[in-house]
């Protein structure tokens, strides 16, 4: 019967072509805030339906990725690390310098970071779509505007 | 117990868990202690589960999980949180119905005066 057996959702109801696709514009927004709403969107976490095992949530496209905003002196301070597995092949890289190289790159590893870590995490990692610039090409799915509930997430000039 | 009932559990096993004696013994007596725990561990999982449902179910109308249990419980409704997580999922309109009266007894803390300030080390500056 249906309300003693807690929901759990068939084939039918995460199905990735009937998902919504949100699109958001990064220019002058604080990197952090900015991920973790879009990680709690993809991830399903603002639905009542909601379900860790499953993926449930929707895409989000972010354009405009270069003119991500952070406070303080992290723009010049902020340092992103990788290594390459071998001995010394750390590699440290500035904000700056990474935004000039790959901008697409920092809201990737800030949302990422914010994901769960595991075979669903990477699955849903692939929901987010990240383009510098103003155009996306995925007009065909008529994306929405990502509602955003963070009032502090706009950058003060 | 025999051989048998040991392979008969360890259907699905990875390797040779499920083919050879030694380590499937090893490998069936760690599955059932997983799940003597986890039967007790299910019922807590769920309970999460559902709080987590709610919580979202009731941020869409914005209120926020614990206001509005406390509302519930102000107007003495006893409706457990399975009960809530499901309405919110498959009755959004009488769960609108619910959320507006632990709204009504409940309008949250917005408008409570702020905490007396404590005073810090800068009494002694």
Redesign the interface.
Known sequence: DVWNKTWYPKAEDHVNTEKTWYVVDASDKILGRLASTIAIHIRGKNLATYTPSVDMGAFVIVVNAEKVAVSGKKRTQKLYRRHSGRPGGMTVETFDQLQQRIPERIIEHAVRGMLPKGRLGRDLFTHLKVYTGADHPHQAQKPIDLPIRDKRIQKQT | MNKKEVFKLAKGFRGRAKNCIRIARERVEKALQYSYRDRRNKKRD?RS??I???N??T??HGVNYGNFMHGLVKENIQLNR??L??L???EPYSFKALVDVSRTAFPGNKNMAPAPKKEGLSILV
């Open positions: 769920m589960l559902w987590e449902r709610i979202a179910g941020r869409v399975k009960v997580s499901e919110s999922m498959h």
